[in-house]
């Protein structure tokens, strides 16, 4: 199989350090790699003035080297919750501006890592709890530490929150990720807590998401870059067909300009464009130095399925 260098589709400052951070108290059930957060909303919210997420940086995430062995992702049967019809309109990297369901349902991620405000992208998903964020799992733990003041700011504007700052309780991962960073399980989660006696999809709706479907669809891909020529302030939008990485993962792979910040943001199958919805099925992982334009995303498997069902029991 052929390898090559990667490089994270987020980019953080080149003063940050790379030593981890000591580990958070961290449980493990059924196999999903959890985080309780330690610090309460109010200081998480406190610390995160408009101006610190206007300077956060997308996170970097050294990557996979060559050579590297990873996990054959599992498969179980197909699931859905719940469908909704296709449309396609071919993107690269433009801004979104059909507004919608997804203007409210996807958002900046913010988090400290090594010391650093940092940023990834999120989206809030159905749940039994209304409070699932569905993110990348190097957007909740790398490099053997969980990020800590983790927040979600759906439909974030330029430093503006119209839909209020959602701090985590929990924070979740595959035991893939957990245990080697393994690219074809990186995908997260977030509990988030209640927000003025609301929870999230009470306040924002939230999007369908689905494990276990075919390869090889047209699909959506939103997040918020934040790396040149981006810089954070709106949500873009990827959208075009998809096929399977050819070089060493699982993942699925799509034309797409995003940059560093994006990572975590959703992609989207049976997209529909007049009301913004779909049904979730990976999020924006990582890119090639090799091979740029391309955005590459894990294939929702019974691993996320797991992480998400324990997310939304939490």
């Known amino acids: ?120 992208s999120g989206n809030a998903v159905t749940s039994g709890n209304r409070s699932v964020v569905i993110t990348a799992g190097h957007c909740v733990k790398y490099q053997g530490s969980w990020h800590t003041d983790w927040i979600f700011v759906p439909g974030y504007d330029d430093g503006a929150a119209p839909y209020g700052e959602w701090v985590a309780r929990q924070t979740l991962t595959t035991p893939q990720w957990e245990a080697s960073e393994d690219l074809n399980y990186d995908v997260g989660a977030a509990v988030v807590e209640p927000l003025n006696g609301a929870h999230l999809t009470d306040v924002v709706g939230g999007q369908g998401i689905a494990f276990n479907q075919q390869r090889g669809q047209d699909m959506y891909a939103f997040g918020y870059p934040a790396a040149d020529p981006y810089d954070g302030s709106e949500l873009i939008h990827c959208a075009g067909g998809t096929f399977t990485d050819p070089f060493t993962t699982d993942d699925h792979a799509m034309r797409c300009d995003m940059t560093g910040g994006s990572s975590g943001g959703p992609w989207f199958l049976g997209f529909d464009e007049a009301t913004g919805t779909g049904v979730q099925a990976s999020v924006n992982s990582f890119g090639y130095t090799f091979l740029p334009g391309y955005m590459f995303g894990p294939y929702f498997g019974s691993e996320a399925q797991a992480l998400y069902e324990q997310a939304a029991s939490a």
Request: glycine share 12%.
């Open 1 to 120: 199989m052929r390898r090559g260098w990667f490089r994270s589709i987020a980019v953080l400052a080149a003063g940050v350090a790379a030593a981890a951070l000591s580990t958070p108290a961290m449980a493990e059930q059924a196999g999903v790699a959890v985080h309780t957060a330690e610090r309460g909303a109010a200081a998480v919210t406190d610390y995160w003035t408009a101006d610190r997420m206007r300077a956060a940086t997308p996170l970097d995430r050294l990557l996979a080297a060559p050579g590297q062995v990873l996990g054959e992702v599992a498969r179980g049967l197909p699931e859905v919750l719940p469908p909704v019809g296709p449309q396609a309109s071919p993107s690269t990297g433009e801004p979104w501006t059909g507004g919608g369901e997804v203007a409210e349902t996807a958002g900046r991620v913010f988090f400290t890592f090594n010391g650093n405000p940092a940023s990834c």
